[in-house]
């Protein structure tokens, strides 16, 4: 038998950044570390499908791939709160290096992963009707996923003032921490408020003119 490993099994975000050729990387909560490759064509694209597979079975990560004309979204999902794994930097680097060499452009800008936050007085559990209404799986004590994570991942919490038969769900949007300023002015411009300002850099409640709730959230990109 072996002897156990030193190495560490995970990273937080910020080291996952730091890592040499993860510059075109970012971190975006439930969506973990994900890059985005710009492409002129589906058959452009899916060429970056194969380098991406054969460094997933190097470096024994799961990732998931979304192939469009316009692109590659490449992204190392937490299936279930794990962390990052430690292997991924070596992962995307060489994502990365594949990609450039097959002309594709990382574009960290459009980078994002989008959840629905749902609030509920504590005495109640919305999760199993959400569960039901939408097909999705529990995840943790709180969330809910999609199986096949296309759509937003949900997380079940009490709301703020615990008022009884009073649901309210606002949408998180996870962007990267160089982009969540622009996220913001450009909603604000766009006739939402500042709901809550008290909790940036870490994230942003808006509010739009009907006041419908989105908090723009980078923090997990630079989590350490």
Do not use: C, K
């Amino acid at each position: 038998m072996g002897e156990p490993s030193d190495e560490p099994q995970t990273v937080s975000a910020a080291e996952f950044r730091r890592s040499p050729g993860a510059e075109h990387w970012r971190v975006t909560g439930s969506g973990g570390p994900q890059a985005v490759f710009t492409a002129s064509s589906l058959a452009e694209a899916v060429r970056l499908v194969e380098p991406v597979v054969a460094a997933a079975e190097r470096h024994g990560i799961q990732p998931d791939i979304d192939v469009r004309p316009e692109g590659v979204v490449v992204s190392i999902p937490d299936r279930d709160f794990a962390g990052i794994p430690a292997s991924a930097a070596s992962f995307a680097a060489e994502v990365s290096r594949a990609a450039a060499e097959l002309g594709l452009t990382a574009d960290p800008s459009l980078v994002q992963s989008v959840g629905i936050y749902v609030a509920q007085h504590s005495e109640a559990d919305a999760r199993p009707f959400f569960l039901a209404a939408l097909g999705y799986e529990p995840l943790g004590d709180t969330d809910a996923v999609d199986p096949l994570r296309r759509g937003p991942q949900l997380a079940f919490n009490p709301i703020t003032g615990d008022a009884a038969s009073r649901g309210r769900t606002h949408f998180d949007v996870y962007v990267p921490g160089d982009q969540a300023q622009a996220r913001v002015d450009a909603a604000l411009a766009a006739g939402g408020r500042l709901a809550d300002g008290s909790n940036p850099p870490f994230w942003w409640s808006l509010a739009s003119p009907d006041n419908h709730g989105v908090d723009i959230a980078p923090w997990a990109d630079a989590t350490d």
